[in-house]
């Protein structure tokens, strides 16, 4: 699609100014560079080299729904890009302005509407940030229970988006599971209402339309989520197990047997390597309180630098002396019903082979538990990359998965993965990965072998491309394979909203 | 039109073979309706509309492949049918048609132990599956009280939800994956995975579709072991407005039970002695079950002790085993009422939080009892509201006046929920009897379902007429 809106861009920012004022639009180089990536590794790299992505013409702030709409009216009837955007923070570069255009930031409309405190409902604008929103919820007794580790950079708008999946959504829920109602401003400017009611039979759900749609449907700008009580009481506990497949059987029988656990990861033999040493001896070293926390993996990696230039080598090696898989599980909420959990939960872990650790690995995970999104950047600047690939599958097709990715992956880059959205039919798989390479092509190259072998092998499994990151322009090629058939329905959606296609172009691969 | 139909005859005989395709009248008769309850006066009175030109039954996800692929050659309308007991004339041919009987699609694919799931063609009644399963070890968990005579698919294309839903999930929440036929005769087969980011579900944009998006032919749902444990007991709370209360206190304790169900007075009244319980006050009915028989144990006691400190009496477990035994009668036993002329019996079962909830019942309540009988309970407790389930009986010796007193009554209730910020259906569906009132409640998001329409059937060859598409 090509857009020829350039001719018009003075003309343009007066009228987008009319609507939300001079003070809510730049244009400036500096305002447009930092707008023009989000957290896609591959665009670091590129940047670290000097490389800039394509920018937006015009960052726009709206502070309220109606000035969204005229904006989208605006964008509309000139054929403008419109890249929706909260906190910047995906991993996939879903908010890449690839045919620039009006980057529409809702970080403004950040109010807190309403609190139905009957019916346990919150109803909150897009642009909120995660963690703001959770200590407001929090100073009242409650908790959204939406635990992303982006927590502190990104927004609800984003988490709807995306489809976000937190630590905690073994027990509270997906973000679909949480919300209730979507106020959505359409791609032609029309504002869609969905009612607030706990559930409804009146044809297909809407909400799902939007939810997942990464932008390309039209702009999430408010939301009614169902809260939780502020659970009384945690419990925490950890098992080191002898073999992947012991841990792994553990945490199926435990989500089998009705157990609900807020936070259940087990980690395969090298990620507990490389966050913990990975021994069974090991005891907590109060002075070291970084040991399941990445800065240690990206410290502990850092000193293995030379040996990722040799992928298929380092990884055999440390596959073959890294042998156990650590299981962190957190339990909370109504005290009796917490102790009963721990209590069965242990006897599942003990029963597969576990080894009991204590509540140390889980308190300590706890501590640090999103410490891991804001120590990435330590690899780039040591010369390395490292990026994560997050899948999905049944149970009985999880190791086969897991082995296949893994060993696609291990020829370009080191590898390690854990186990950490269970549910009643499977679980999600999330691969860490570090590769390198001598120059920024080999670099890039590198980067482009471990995406291609890993979603390749993903779908060859018949896993899913992505559980909780989204698609954005990284995934996209690989979508249509992933539908199974059903990719008109979503192109359909695509021509019945958006027949003009000015909505986040590009993405999801519409 | 003859000619049209003809030719389609000959292509759907050649590919089904003779055998399965049917045009006498006894078998059109039997389609030209579902339950809905005016249709029954219509029959009362002889007269019969809506035929279908035919009715055909595929075997396999390709015969219905072929049969769309003739359907839009030959622009002819399709109407996925299961076991037409659809209340709200859902697969009822109002423009005509070929109905796609599904029911010889009835096969259990697979059941995974290790997945919990198990893969089933949607043609399966309900409780043949149940039963199936129960064989197992398994249990779906889904048990709507239409379950003798609805189908997978019929579930699946109307946002079904069953009984136990608290537990074990609405439809939508069993589904894996789904299988099917789209419009341009492509077939689909969706991801089968626990969860995944990669782009809008597009399962639930089928779910609820009620047979306008799509052919659903099978699906892979999630299972349950047989319960290990069951605890039922009965409660009795003076009002509805404290037996609403004390549901509600419970469901967002996370104390959630299978079953948990509160009648109001007159429902009270006419299911005491059936379910061993006091005329007076209002009942409620409370079940726990699981596989896991000392969480469930201790998820009981709790949730007993909470709905006594809310008020209610206990009554021991004789009303809630009592209505376990009685779970499904109610569905078969209005065609008495029903034959007795002038009579009409209906049910509207809406959806609404749990602050509007008591001023929603309260309000369609009156505004039904000024035309008929009015009973209610609250059949559906989730954490953030719940679902009101009225039956009415309205009453007139002149078939036109009598089906006018029931318009009245819908359009009372409707137009209640569409005042109150609730929805006018928690699992009976649309159909086209509540077109009208959808058209209302989803505002601009109805436009969003049309331009789908078009952009998916542009023919409109799948169910026309239903949840209020193509209407303009």
């Not at chain 2, 008020?311 to 376990?324: S, T």
């Amino acid at each position: 699609m090509n857009f020829k809106f350039q001719s018009i861009i003075p003309e343009l920012k007066k009228q987008i100014a009319k609507i939300v004022g001079e003070e809510n639009v730049a244009q400036s180089q500096s305002q447009l560079l930092s707008y023009a990536r989000d957290l896609w590794p591959k665009l670091t790299i590129e940047l670290q080299a000097g490389k800039l992505p394509v920018f937006p013409h015009f960052i726009v702030w709206p502070k309220q729904t109606e000035e969204v709409q005229e904006l989208v009216k605006l964008a509309h009837r000139n054929l403008i890009p419109i890249i929706p955007l909260g906190a910047g923070s995906g991993v996939c570069g879903g908010t890449v302005a690839i045919s620039g255009g009006m980057t529409i930031d809702l970080k403004k409309m950040d109010r807190i509407r309403e609190i139905d405190r009957k019916s346990l409902l919150l109803s909150a604008e897009a642009g909120v940030l995660g963690e703001v929103l959770e200590r407001k919820l929090n100073q009242e007794g409650w908790t959204l229970g939406h635990f992303p580790s982006s927590i502190y950079c990104s927004t609800l708008g984003g988490w709807l988006a995306t489809r976000s999946a937190g630590q905690a959504s073994s027990k509270y829920g997906k973000i679909e599971d949480m919300v209730v109602s979507l106020e959505v401003v359409l791609p032609n400017g029309e504002l869609l209402k969905t009612r607030t009611v706990p559930r409804s039979s009146t044809g297909p759900s809407l909400n799902h339309i939007f939810l997942g749609s990464e932008g390309t449907l039209g702009i999430i700008t408010s939301a009614t989520l169902r809260l939780w009580e502020y659970p009384k009481k945690r419990a925490f506990q950890g098992f080191m197990f002898p073999t992947l497949g012991q841990g792994l059987n553990a945490i199926r029988l435990m989500m089998q047997a009705e157990l609900k656990p807020s936070v259940l990861r087990l980690y395969d033999p090298v990620d507990t390597f490389f966050s913990s040493q990975g021994t069974l001896e090991e005891k907590p070293k109060p002075k070291k309180p970084g040991l399941s926390s990445k800065r240690g993996v990206v410290k502990n990696i850092r000193k293995y630098l030379p040996y990722l230039y040799h992928p298929s080598l380092f990884n055999r090696a440390i596959q073959g002396f890294a042998r156990h898989s650590k299981l962190i599980l957190i339990f909370e909420g109504e005290p009796e019903i917490v102790e009963l959990e721990q209590k069965q939960a242990k006897e599942i872990c003990l029963k597969s082979g576990g080894l009991d650790l204590g509540e140390w690995p889980a308190k300590n995970w706890f501590k640090h538990r999103y410490r891991v999104s804001y120590t990435m950047s330590n690899a780039f600047d040591l010369g390395f990359f490292v990026d994560t690939i997050e899948v999905a599958t049944l149970w009985d097709n999880l190791e086969n998965l897991y082995y296949a990715m893994q060993s696609a992956i291990s020829k370009q880059a080191l590898v390690m993965a854990h186990f950490s959205h269970a549910y009643l039919q499977g679980c999600s798989i999330y691969f860490s990965i570090a590769g390198t390479g001598k120059t920024l092509e080999e670099k890039l190259l590198c980067y482009d072998k471990v995406w291609k072998s890993a979603l390749d092998a993903c779908i060859k499994e018949g896993g899913a491309l992505s559980h909780h990151h989204g698609i954005g322009l990284l995934k996209a090629k690989w979508l249509e394979l992933e539908q199974g058939g059903a990719s008109p329905l979503l192109k359909a959606l695509k021509s019945a909203l958006d027949p003009n296609q000015i909505m986040n172009p590009g993405k999801l691969g519409i | 039109m003859s000619e049209r139909i003809q030719s389609a005859t000959n292509s759907l005989v050649g590919i089904l073979g003779k055998e399965w395709v049917r045009s006498d009248r006894t078998t059109l008769i039997s389609y030209a309706r579902d339950i809905f309850m005016p249709g029954y006066l219509d029959l009362r009175r002889g007269k019969i509309e809506n035929l279908p030109w035919l009715v055909c039954y595929p075997e396999n996800i390709d015969e219905v492949k072929k049969i769309v692929k003739i359907a839009q050659e030959k622009k002819i309308p399709l109407i996925a049918f299961g076991g037409g007991s659809g209340v709200l004339g859902g697969t009822i041919p109002v423009k005509g048609g070929v109905m796609v009987d599904l029911k010889r699609m009835g096969k259990i694919r697979s059941i995974n132990k290790i997945n919990q799931t198990c893969e089933v063609e949607a043609g399966i009644f309900g409780e043949d599956l149940e039963r199936a399963l129960n064989r197992e070890g398994w249990t779906l968990g889904h048990f709507p009280s239409s379950i003798y005579c609805s189908t997978l698919g019929g579930w699946l294309a109307t946002r079904s939800a069953g009984q136990f839903s608290a537990k074990y999930g609405k439809i939508e929440d069993l589904v894996i994956s789904l299988e099917g036929v789209l419009a341009d005769g492509s077939i689909f087969h969706t991801k089968a995975t626990p969860r995944s980011a990669t782009g809008p579900d597009l399962d639930q944009v089928l779910i609820g579709s009620e047979g306008t998006l799509g052919i659903i032919t099978s699906a892979i749902l999630s299972i349950n072991p047989v319960p290990k444990v069951q605890i039922y007991r009965g409660f009795n709370f003076e009002e509805v407005e404290g037996g609403l209360e004390a549901m509600r206190v419970l469901m967002q304790r996370e104390l959630v039970p299978a079953l948990l169900r509160l009648y109001d007075p007159m429902d009270t009244k006419f299911n005491a002695s059936k379910l061993k319980a006091p005329g007076s006050g209002c009942l409620l009915v409370v079940g726990y079950e699981g596989g896991n028989k000392e969480l469930t144990e201790l998820k009981a006691r709790l949730g007993f002790e909470q709905l006594k400190r809310s008020g209610g009496k206990d009554l021991g477990e004789e009303p809630g085993l009592a209505w376990l035994k009685h779970r499904y009668s109610v569905s078969y036993h209005q065609s008495k009422i029903l034959s007795q002329a002038g009579n009409l019996l209906d049910t509207i079962e809406v959806s609404v939080r749990w602050s509007e909830a008591l001023a929603l019942y309260q309000r369609i309540r009156e505004r039904i009892e000024k035309i008929g009988l009015v009973m209610a309970h609250f059949s559906h407790a989730w954490r953030d509201g719940v679902c009101i389930y009225f039956s009415f009986l309205v009453n007139d010796p002149e078939p036109e006046k009598l089906r006018e007193k029931h318009f009245q009554v819908w359009e009372g209730a409707m137009s209640a929920c569409l005042e109150l910020g609730a929805s006018i259906s928690h699992h009976h569906g649309i159909g086209f009897y509540r077109s009208r009132w959808l058209k209302q409640e989803l505002g601009v998001g109805h436009q969003i379902l049309d331009k789908l329409k078009k952009e998916l059937d542009p023919n409109f060859i799948f169910n026309p007429g239903k949840l209020g598409l193509g209407e303009g």
